[in-house]
Every structure is written in C-alpha cells, then in structure tokens.
C-alpha cells in the first residue's frame, strides 16, 4: 500500500456537510489522517478537495506538513467516487472488477477519517454525525450534527417552517440518493444529507423508450454502456447485465441525468444488484 487518499471532494449537488466538517474540525481531520496512514503503513497522505470549496482548501493548505499534501481538484461530477479519485489523484486506473487497494491506494471519507480521530484520541463510539438538511420547502437549512437513530422529521422540523409539502424527501444526494416513503426513517452513520424537495424540482418524468442517442454512454465515468447494462437489468436478465459490468456500476446516476428519454438507468441497476446478491 503506498497511497491514502482522505476523500473531501463531495461531489453531489446540495450536500456540504463534509465541507463544513473540514472548515470547522480540520486539525482532527489532520491527526486522523496521520494516524491511519500509520495504521496502513503508507509513503504518501493526500487530501483531495474540489476546487469549488476554496475555503477548505487554503485552510488545510496552510495546516499540513511532513507526509500529509493537499490536492486541489478540479470540480466535476462524479470526482467523489473511489476509482475516479485514485485517477484524478494519482493518474491510475482501477481495473475492472479489481479493489482499489489493488492500485495502490486506499479511500476514506473526510467523515470517516474525523471518527478515527475521535474514536482513538477522545475513546468515543461514532454515534453522531454531521448531516446536510436542506431542499426548497425549508425555511432554514442547515449542516447539523444529528445523534444517529434521530428520526428525519426531527431535523425537517428543525430546519423548518416549511413552504411548501414535500413532493419527495430524499436520503443522501439528489443523484445518488433514496427516495423515502415516509419521515420515520432514522440517521445512520452512512446519512450526508437529507433533501426536502417541493413539487417542482422533486418531480418524476414519464418514462418512454430508450431512442440510442448515446449520451449516457458519453457521461459514464467507469466506460460502461448504460442503455444495454439498462435494458438487460430492467428484463432481470443477470448474466447479461453481470457481462456489461453490472458490478463495475457506481450508481451515480449520471445516465439517468442526462437521458431525454427519462429512462430510469440507475434505478434498474441498483435492482438487478440487489437480485445478484440474494
């Protein structure tokens, strides 16, 4: 292993709770990447922070010595991702189906680098966490730090009054997030953010038939073909979609973005992972 990559660059619209746990914790972030570099006995701590987040970046700029660097990234989507970030960072590719440990590297979270922190400096248990609630039916959004188990209709109450009622309450990011049935769903360790969305930006296109124009091949950052890893996963046929690189698949929902058709890419494939691992 000669490369940790502490991944700050929280690529997905609307979510800044990584961003403010760098502004606020960022000496802790620090003594945490230290000490998993130490742990996995790497030559190299890197850093990785959009550029679109200038002020975590002159902030750890200024902080970081001997083995640690930072890395200013150039702001695309999905830069987050851990095969992405080993290229963007190191100029390597993650072969298909291989581990990035495989490359060289290891990725961690920002978040996850702060729990270390806490856990070994201070002895306590992740049982907190920063969270982004924000959306256009809220009044006051806010980066909090919720105690998981918190039920989200704590924090949209918190974060409220509301303007409008919710057309879709998202868990996680807009591309890459879960669309809830209700608002008694708790905080886990794995909740960025928590997204109220009105009528208008939380609607559902009707979908129509896929015409080939090529562009969610053109936005697949793993080189996938996403209409016929699409077609094969909505039809359940397993093995064909396993031979367009099903499990290569981020999920990043990139595809989905960009289809005219409305085609819910992102949506069949995370259903046909989910059959495969039964």
């Known amino acids: 292993m000669r490369t940790l990559i502490v ?49 975590a970046v002159e902030l750890l700029l ?7 660097r930072v890395k200013k990234l150039k702001s695309f989507y999905p830069q987050g991702g851990e095969k992405q970030l080993i290229k963007s960072v190191l100029g390597r590719e993650v072969p298909r189906g291989k581990l990035p440990f495989e490359a060289g590297a290891v990725v961690q979270n920002v978040a996850t680098v702060f729990a270390a922190y806490e856990a070994v400096f ?5 049982y907190e966490r920063v969270v982004t609630v924000t959306g256009d039916c809220l009044s006051n959004p806010a980066n909090l730090l919720v105690r998981t188990g ?16 919710p057309h879709r309450i998202i868990i996680g990011g807009p591309m890459m997030g879960i669309t809830q049935a ?8 794995t909740t960025s953010g928590v997204l109220v969305l009105g009528k208008k930006s939380g609607r559902i296109l009707e979908e129509s038939a896929c015409i080939r124009c090529g562009r969610c091949v053109r936005v697949c950052s793993t080189g996938l073909l996403p209409c016929m ?18 499990t290569d698949c981020l999920e990043c929902g990139a595809c989905t973005y960009v289809c005219p058709a409305n085609r819910r890419l992102v949506q069949y494939i995370k259903r046909a992972k989910a059959e495969a691992a039964r």
Do not use: Q, W
């Open 150 to 165: 918190t039920p989200i209709s704590a924090l949209i109450s918190f974060c409220g009054p509301l303007k409008e009622e």
């Open 7 to 55: 991944n700050g660059a929280e690529c997905e619209p609307y979510l800044t709770s990584d961003y403010r746990l760098m502004l606020e914790k960022s000496d802790e972030i620090i003594k945490g990447a230290l000490l998993l570099g130490r742990i996995l006995e790497v030559e190299d701590i890197c850093i990785a922070v959009e550029d679109n987040k200038p002020g």
């Open 229 to 246: 890893l699409g077609a094969a996963a909505e039809r359940g046929m397993l093995e064909e979609a396993k031979r367009h690189g099903l």
């Open 182 to 189: 209700g608002t008694d769903v708790p905080v886990t360790k």
């Open 62 to 68: 200024a902080k970081v010595s001997g083995p640690l």
């Open 122 to 126: 201070l002895g306590k248990p992740l």
